[in-house]
């Protein structure tokens, strides 16, 4: 029965989305200078209008009615058995079930690293500069550094 409901679905979301589509529009007057004007005497003297919309208002039921109970059927068949259950886990039905909890293993901890010696410096990525651009430091002096004040430069007088 469900592969029938399946079928009559399936035909009637195609008859709707068909129904929908041949439907006029808010801007269906635009159509009517390239011959689209004459396509409302088809369905009747009313136009299509009413024949479409009921058409599509029924269609509308019938679908929310087959999927409502498709639905309902698939939720209370679910209950029915243990054959039932094995079935629809499809794949997941060859899975092996869990250990019980109480025989569950804990597995041990990794062994931690050894650390790296203090001892050792890290190894530097920088070049090591030259020793003959090194500036030298100051000689040492016991006495205070007293600042000296520049001498202004003298103007040139020559012209």
């Known amino acids: 029965m469900l592969l029938f409901l399946n079928v009559i679905y399936v ?6 989305i068909a129904l929908i589509l041949m439907q006029r529009g808010a801007g269906a007057q635009a159509g009517s200078g390239f011959g689209a004007g004459a396509s409302g005497t088809v369905f009747g003297s009313r136009g299509a209008s009413n024949f479409l919309s009921k058409s599509t208002k029924w269609l509308a ?13 698939a939720g209370h068949s679910s209950g029915a058995g243990a054959a039932a259950t094995t079935q629809e886990k499809g794949l997941m039905s ?21 650390a790296a010696p203090a001892s050792t410096p890290p190894a ?10 090194a ?8 006495e205070p550094a007293t600042q000296q ?4 430069a003298q103007p040139s007088s020559g012209g």
Do not use: D, H, R
């Not at 039921?61 to 498709?70: E, K, Y």
């Not at 530097?124 to 651009?133: E, F």
């Open 94 to 114: 060859e899975v092996p079930a869990a250990p019980a909890s109480g025989g569950a293993t804990v597995p041990a901890a990794p062994a931690p690293v050894p």
């Open 11 to 16: 035909l009637i979301a195609i008859a709707m």
């Open 149 to 152: 004040q520049p001498v202004p």
């Open 124 to 133: 530097s990525t920088a070049p090591a500069a030259p020793a003959s651009s």
């Open 61 to 73: 039921v019938a679908f929310f009615v087959i999927s409502l109970f498709m639905a309902w059927n």
């Open 135 to 142: 500036p030298s430091a100051p000689p040492a002096n016991s």
